[in-house]
C-alpha cells in the first residue's frame, strides 16, 4: 500500500462519515429484519462519536457550501464526481459477472466524459443508460461472503464487517486514482472532500427530520443502514 493512500485516511474519514448518514437517510422503506448487533454497547459510543462530529464539524461546513455556491454550480459538481466513480463501479459489476452492468457504466464513462464535459452533465441517463450500483462489499455479497455482525466505524459511520472489508479496499481505489492512476494526496483529498460536502449539503434536512423524529436515533439508522444494503 502506497504511503500517499495512508496519509489520506484520517482527513478522508470524518467526510466518509457524512456520505454514509446520507445515504442511510435515503431509505424510507421499513426493514424485515434487524442487524446483528452483539456490539451495540461499543458501536453506541462510537455512534455518539460520529454524531458529535457531524454537528460540530461537517454540517457547519456543508450549510456554508449550500449558502454559498450556486445551485447550478453544485449540480455540475455532483455530476462530475459521481462519474469520477464509474470506472470503479465497472471493475466491480465485473467482479460480480454482471456484465450488462458492467456494458452500461462504461458507456456512461464514455458519453458523459466526452459529451458530458468531463461529467458536469449527465447526458448518459437521457440516452438510456442509467447509473449502476457497485463497491467491494457488495461485490463481497455476490461472492456469498455474509454480512456479519453490525459495526459503527469510528469516522465511517454504520457498516457491517463484510462491508467494512469492502470500505477498506474500496478507500485504496478512490475515484480519480482509478481513472488516471494519479496518487496525489491533495488531489484524491480535494475530491473527497468536496464529495462529502456535497452530499450533506443535500441531505441537511433530511437528516435533521430523522435524528427530531426518532425515539432512537442510533436505532433508527442502524434500521436505515440495513434496509439499504
Known sequence: MKASHLRCLPSIAALLLCVTLVGCATISRPIDREADDPLESANR????????????????????????????????????????????????????????????TFARFFINTIVGLAGMFDLATKQGFPKQSGDFGQTLHTWGVDDGPYLVLLFFGPSNVRDAFGLGVDLFTPPFLAVTGHTGTATNLTVGAVDGIDLRARNIETLDEIKASALDYYAQMKSLTQQRR
Do not use: C, H, M
Open 45 to 104: 459510543k462510537v455512534f455518539d462519536t460520529n454524531t458529535a462530529l457531524d454537528d460540530a464539524i461537517i454540517k457547519p461546513i456543508a450549510e456554508s457550501y449550500r449558502r454559498i455556491v450556486p445551485e447550478f454550480a453544485r449540480d455540475r459538481i455532483r455530476a462530475a464526481i459521481d462519474n469520477l466513480a464509474e470506472p470503479r463501479i465497472f471493475g466491480n459489476d465485473v467482479l460480480q459477472r454482471r456484465p450488462d452492468a458492467a456494458g452500461i
